[in-house]
Structures are given as structure tokens and as C-alpha cells.
């Protein structure tokens, strides 16, 4: 099956600073990567997602890279405010019937005021 | 936010007791998912129902029992827990496409 891995498990930054997520996957099938924010006590949101045919997608201060030859794919947050502070955990999907996804442990980001 | 609802939010049972939590999605979806969600690790696929048909069950142990009555509701009945099983359960619904919804999930006990 698939593995993702998901560094760093941690990031802090000061307000106004950018923020980087990475993720590599093992399975060349997937083509799917979503990214989810949990706060603290609430469910995890999709805040973006991106596709095997596309290199990188952007939505106001968050972008998405993917790299389908190095299977990784990364999450940009420009411009950091405290509300950003959470966790965040990517995500790869292989398409089968079952719309499986396998996600990564996820980064506690901190945004510092 | 209220696409996907789950209850109980929270419950505490102790390891001979019976009980289920239940998710419902107003979204229309056709699949839906269990999550076991614990600290520092990544979350964790238990079952996959896709139009009320389970299609994964990760080897999740027997003492979790899922029922998909209808492709709006599942649930997760789970009997003599072990206190390792204390975790956050998180439901998720998705259409045809990839994107998964997730509920706002129930806090696990096991004492």
C-alpha cells in the first residue's frame, strides 16, 4: 500500500513569515493529494487539494506543489497569522474503488505573534 | 460544519460495557469512513462503506462492529474495549470524487 511521511512534526514561525510542509509518497499510482487543518479540538478541513496533472496550485496565501517524479508534494503558507496555528496532514490517494486515503502524522505549526 | 454529524462528542465506557457511536452525512455522498485518530500517529482507516457495501476493513479488531443501514448513516458499535482504544473516532463522507468530509468525531475513553 501507499506510505506517506510527513515532515517536520513541528514548525514554529514568527507572524508574517512563511511556513513549509513536506510529504513524499511511495506509490507512483496515487493521484490525489489533499491537505486537511485540524484546530485543536475540531475536525480536520480540507483547505486544499491538487492532482496528479497539475505541478501547483494556489487559493489566497496557501499553495500546493506536487513533484511526480520525486513523489513529494508540499504545502506553502505565505504571510502566517496566529489563526493558522494547527496541525496539518497531507494526504495521497491511489485510485481504487475504495477512495482510500493515506494520510501523514501531521505538522504542528505555531504561529508566533 | 454540520455536513457530517457524530454522536456522542464524547464517551467514557468502561472495557464490559456495549455501546455505538453513530455518524450522518447531509451531503448526498455515497461512501463513507471510521477513523481512529490517536496521538502522534497518522489517522488510521478502519472501515469503508461505499453505497452501504463495506469495501476495506483494515483489520480492525473484532470487538469494532460497523453497520451502514443506509448510504446517510453509519455506525461504529464497539463492545469489550480495551483502554488502548481510547481515541478520537473521526467519520468522513465523500461523493464519487476524492475529497473527504470529515465529522467533528467522538472522544473515546476506555477505562
Known amino acids: 500500500g501507499e506510505n506517506v511521511e510527513q515532515h517536520p512534526s513541528t514548525l514554529s514561525v514568527q507572524e508574517g513569515d512563511s511556513a513549509v510542509i513536506k510529504c513524499t509518497y511511495s506509490d507512483s499510482a496515487s493521484n490525489y493529494f489533499p491537505w486537511y487543518k485540524q484546530e485543536l479540538g475540531k475536525r480536520p478541513q480540507l483547505i486544499i487539494d491538487?492532482?496528479?496533472?497539475?505541478g501547483e496550485k494556489k487559493d489566497q496565501r496557501i499553495a500546493v506543489t506536487l513533484n511526480k517524479t520525486a513523489k513529494h508534494f508540499s504545502l506553502h503558507i505565505t504571510e502566517t497569522q496566529p489563526e493558522d496555528s494547527a496541525v496539518y496532514f497531507c494526504a495521497a490517494q491511489i485510485p481504487t474503488g475504495a477512495n482510500n486515503l493515506f494520510f501523514g502524522t501531521g505538522t504542528r505549526l505555531t504561529v508566533i505573534p | 460544519e454540520t455536513g457530517v454529524t457524530q454522536t456522542p462528542r464524547h464517551l467514557v465506557m468502561g472495557m464490559t460495557n456495549k455501546k455505538s457511536l453513530k455518524c450522518e452525512q447531509h451531503?448526498?455522498?455515497?461512501?463513507m469512513y471510521w477513523y481512529k485518530q490517536s496521538a502522534k500517529k497518522p489517522l488510521e482507516l478502519m472501515f469503508v462503506y461505499n453505497f452501504k457495501e463495506q469495501t476495506e476493513n483494515n483489520s480492525v479488531p473484532s470487538r469494532f462492529s460497523p453497520e451502514c443501514p443506509n448510504s446517510s448513516h453509519l455506525f461504529l458499535h464497539l463492545h469489550t474495549l480495551q483502554p488502548e482504544d481510547s481515541a478520537l473516532y473521526l467519520c468522513a463522507s465523500s461523493p464519487n470524487t476524492d475529497t473527504q468530509y470529515f465529522g467533528p468525531g467522538t472522544r473515546l475513553t476506555v477505562l
Open positions: 451531503l448526498g455522498h455515497n461512501a
Open positions: 491538487i492532482r496528479s496533472n497539475v
